[in-house]
């Protein structure tokens, strides 16, 4: 046969359906997104993505987001900080610097990792552990955990969340 099928989690909202791309690893589904994601902003804001120059509207661009990021990458950074130094014994006088994650170190880390999604104060929603993919390292773009209070929970924090500042060019 020249085709497959697949069976992908859809999230249904009102009369429209965002359906991420997904992964699956040992039996549990991740989803993909990023701040820039046209499907992902719909579905968190309401409203389409627009870049243009003066719109702030329209945009996942946001406090939580990056919060998001940053603990991601701590991860990430920790996790290959333990891979690189795991023989190393505690007696060693010399501190070894540590190394930004990036995606290409993918084969010396484990695939699934854990962090900790942002409290929400305004839902009364405190932090939650959450598995994430190590892919994406270094980039804006995160695997994640698809289950609906995880997704409720993101969407919750980004709509309570400030905007970011657009940077201006120069």
């Not at 997904?22 to 993505?49: A, E, H, M, N, P």
């Not at 060693?92 to 610097?97: C, D, G, I, N, T």
Request: charged content about 30%; proline content about 4%; aromatic content about 8%.
């Amino acid at each position: 046969m020249d085709f497959t099928l697949e069976t992908h989690l859809v999230v249904k909202y009102g009369d429209q359906t965002w359906a991420p791309t997904q992964v699956t690893v040992d039996d549990v589904i991740y989803f993909q997104f990023g701040k820039w994601d046209r499907g992902f902003v719909k579905w968190v804001t309401g409203k389409s993505l627009d870049l243009r120059k003066d719109k702030t509207a329209g945009s996942a661009d946001c406090s939580f987001l990056d919060q998001l990021i940053a603990r991601r990458q701590t991860a990430c950074d920790d996790a290959l900080d333990a891979a690189l130094h795991h023989d190393d014994d505690d007696s060693s006088q010399v501190k070894k610097r540590r190394r930004r994650a990036k995606s290409c170190d993918d084969h010396l880390v484990p695939k699934v990792l854990n962090m900790s999604l942002p409290p929400v104060p305004e839902e009364d929603l405190p932090e939650k552990l959450v598995r994430i993919l190590f892919d994406g390292a270094g980039t804006a773009s995160i695997y994640m955990e698809m289950h609906q209070d995880i997704l409720y929970h993101l969407k919750k924090g980004i709509q309570h969340s400030s905007k970011s500042e657009r940077r201006k060019k120069e």
